[in-house]
């Protein structure tokens, strides 16, 4: 079984910056493809970042590209995303994921940390 466990939410203000922090655990998940997903109010999910198991590539959407980073340490057991600047509009629920299957423009995960908050004031 694998675990994500988010950190970093919370209250913010736009031009600010911000790094969320993803833990992973569980057999296994240094080989896994990891990602970030967001949900805000009265919208879908929607995929924001992904990176390769080795940390070689990464992939964002347009509308995100410029501002979202995402990273992992180096013994691949915690994936980060920075975001800088922040806007309003990135208010919503941050989704960790692992193991991202290629999905047209977006991924499948199969694994999926619980959401964090993130509150962004203009």
């Known amino acids: 079984q694998v675990q994500l466990v988010e950190s970093g939410g919370g209250l913010v203000h736009a031009g600010d910056s911000l790094r969320l922090s993803c833990a992973a655990s569980g057999r296994t998940k240094s080989s896994f493809s990891m990602g970030w997903f967001r949900q805000a109010p009265g919208k879908e999910r929607e995929f924001v970042a992904a990176i390769t198991a080795t940390g070689a590539h990464t992939h964002y959407p347009d509308s995100v590209k410029g501002r979202f980073a995402i990273s992992l340490d180096d013994d691949k057991n915690t994936v980060y995303l920075q975001v800088d600047p922040l806007e309003p509009e990135d208010t919503a629920v941050y989704y960790c994921?692992?193991?991202?299957?290629?999905?047209?423009?977006?991924?499948?995960?199969?694994?999926w940390g619980q959401g964090t908050q993130v509150t962004v004031s203009s």
């Open positions: 994921a692992a193991d991202l299957v290629p999905y047209g423009s977006s991924y499948l995960p199969n694994y």
